[in-house]
Nanobody, 121 residues
Framework: QVQLVESGGGLAQAGDSLRISCTAS????MAWFRQAPGKEREFVAA????????TYADSVKGRFTISRDNAKNTVYLQMNSLKPEDTAVYYC??????????????????WGQGTQVTVSS
């Protein structure tokens, strides 16, 4: 069982930056998903086991950066040029068997409790 703990969410204004973190003792692929009120959970970004391959949703490409530091058991999501539509609960996911980065939620067997990101206009 892998425990994931997210941190770093909060309030921001449009155009601001925030970095959220996820601590997890795993060397498999990890990802960030988000869920806005009344909407389904959606893929944001994923990173492979060693950080060498990343993939992003079109809605965040060029604004968000996913990275990982395996020595610190931590995955980061740097969010720049935030928009009100980025408001959501952000969840960290970790795979139990896959090393590749992927946008499919069923790749990830373990999930954190989520961290709220709210962006005002």
């Amino acid at each position: 069982q892998v425990q994931l703990v997210e941190s770093g969410g909060g309030l921001a204004q449009a155009g601001d930056s925030l970095r959220i973190s996820c601590t997890a003792s795993t060397t498999y692929a990890m990802a960030w998903f988000r869920q806005a009120p009344g909407k389904e959970r959606e893929f944001v970004a994923a990173i492979n086991w060693n950080g060498g391959v990343t993939t992003y949703a079109d809605s965040v490409k060029g604004r968000f950066t996913i990275s990982r530091d395996n020595a610190k058991n931590t995955v980061y999501l740097q969010m720049n040029s935030l928009k009100p539509e980025d408001t959501a609960v952000y969840y960290c996911g970790a795979s139990a068997i896959y090393t590749r980065a992927g946008g499919e939620a069923n790749i990830y067997a373990y999930w954190g409790q989520g961290t709220q990101v709210t962006v005002s206009s």
